[in-house]
C-alpha cells in the first residue's frame, strides 16, 4: 500500500486526487491548515507547512513513498521542502504550471521539451525557477523529483479569464444576456481539463521509478477555440452568450492584472502533446468533455448561493471596457 502526504490537497485539482488515492486503497495524509473541507478516508495533519516547528514535530519519524506539494511557488519554499523531505520520501512531486512553456509561443504543439520562459508573468517565473532548483537537487544530490504541469483544470472554478474563476459573474452576465469579454478574436485555440480526468494520470506518477527525474504535463486532448468554450457554457444555461471580443492589449490597458493572465497564458493557441505521460501510464484518458464536465461544475456553483459570487468591479471592468470599444468603433 502506498503511503503518501499531500501539502494541501483538498484544492480544485487536488480533491479529485485525493479522492481517487482514497478510492485505490493509497494511505493518504493531508497535511494543511484544516479550512477547506475534508477528505474522507484520509488522515489530516491540522499544519500550517510555513510554520518549520510545527511541521518537523508533525512529520518526525516518518516516511512515505511520495510527497505532493500541491500548493508551492516560489524558490523559498521549494528550498523549504528540499530541508524537510531530505530523506523523508521515495518521491517529492512538485505541481508546477503549463504557463511555464515559451512565450511568445513560437509552436504551438507544446511537449515537455518546449523551452521554459514567460516574460509577462511573475507566478510563471517563480515556477520555473522552482523547476530549475529542483532539477539541480536531482543531478547534485539525488533528491527524488518529479514536475506536473497542469494546464487550465477546472471543477470547483469556472475556466473564465474575465469574470470566471471563483466568480460567477460572467455566467450571470450570459443568463442576462449582458455581454462578456474574450480576448482577441474569439478563434485562438485553448485546452480545459476536468480534474478527475487529471487525477487518473497523476496517480500512475505516484512512486513511480520512471517517472524520477522527469517532468510531465498532463491534459485534455480536446481543443476548443474561446468562442466555443463561451458558447458551450451559454448551451449549459440555456442562452447564447452575447460575446464582445476585444484585443488583448486593449485589456490590459484597462486591468494591468491581465498581462500575466493573458500574454503569459490564455492569449496564446496551444495543442499539448501528451504522448510523455501516456506512455508512463497507458490507462490515461481524457472522458469527460467540456460540454459534460461545465455542467457539473456549474451545478455546484448553484448548489449553494453563496458560491456564485459576483464582482462588482467585475461588471465595471466589462462595462468600462465596452464603453471604450464602442468609442474606437465610432473613431
Not at 508551492?72 to 524537510?84: M, N, V, Y
Request: aromatic share 10%; charged share 25%.
Amino acid at each position: 500500500m502506498l503511503k503518501l502526504l499531500f501539502i494541501g490537497g483538498t484544492g480544485n485539482i487536488s480533491t479529485s486526487v485525493s479522492r481517487l488515492c482514497v478510492q485505490k486503497g493509497f494511505e493518504l495524509t493531508l497535511l494543511n491548515r484544516g479550512k477547506s473541507g475534508k477528505i474522507d478516508g484520509a488522515e489530516s495533519l491540522i499544519c500550517d507547512i510555513n510554520d518549520r516547528a510545527a511541521v518537523e514535530k508533525a512529520i518526525a519519524g516518518r516516511y512515505w513513498d511520495a510527497v505532493v506539494n500541491w500548493i508551492a511557488f516560489t524558490p523559498a519554499e521549494i528550498e523549504r521542502d528540499i530541508e524537510l523531505f531530505r530523506g523523508r520520501t521515495g518521491q517529492y512531486i512538485f505541481i508546477s504550471s503549463a504557463s511555464v512553456y515559451q512565450k511568445p509561443v513560437v509552436n504551438c504543439f507544446i511537449t515537455e521539451s518546449t523551452p521554459l520562459i514567460n516574460p509577462y508573468w511573475e507566478y510563471a517565473r517563480d515556477k520555473i525557477n522552482c523547476e530549475q532548483r529542483l532539477m539541480r537537487a536531482f543531478t547534485e544530490e539525488q533528491f527524488p523529483i518529479t514536475i506536473v504541469r497542469p494546464s487550465h483544470t477546472y471543477d470547483t472554478v469556472i475556466p473564465l479569464v474575465i469574470g470566471g474563476w471563483r466568480e460567477y459573474t460572467a455566467v450571470q452576465r450570459i443568463k442576462k444576456g449582458q455581454p462578456v469579454i474574450s480576448h482577441g478574436d474569439g478563434t485562438s485555440l485553448w485546452v480545459l481539463t476536468h480534474s478527475r480526468d487529471f487525477a487518473k494520470g497523476f496517480i500512475g506518477l505516484l512512486a513511480n521509478p520512471r517517472a524520477i527525474g522527469n517532468a510531465f504535463h498532463i491534459t485534455s486532448d480536446e481543443v476548443l477555440t474561446w468562442d466555443q468554450i463561451y458558447q458551450t457554457i451559454g448551451k449549459a444555461v440555456g442562452r447564447e452568450p452575447n460575446i464582445i471580443h476585444v484585443p488583448t492589449d486593449v485589456l490590459i490597458h484597462e486591468d494591468n492584472y491581465l498581462e500575466g493572465a493573458l500574454l503569459g497564458d490564455k492569449a496564446w493557441s496551444v495543442i499539448f502533446d501528451n504522448s510523455k505521460i501516456k506512455r508512463l501510464v497507458p490507462s490515461f484518458v481524457c472522458e469527460i468533455p467540456f460540454a459534460v464536465g461545465i455542467r457539473e461544475t456549474l451545478q455546484w456553483f448553484e448548489a449553494r448561493p453563496e458560491r456564485m459570487v459576483i464582482s462588482e468591479r467585475t461588471n465595471s471592468l466589462i462595462q468600462r471596457i465596452c464603453n471604450r470599444m464602442e468609442r474606437l468603433h465610432i473613431d
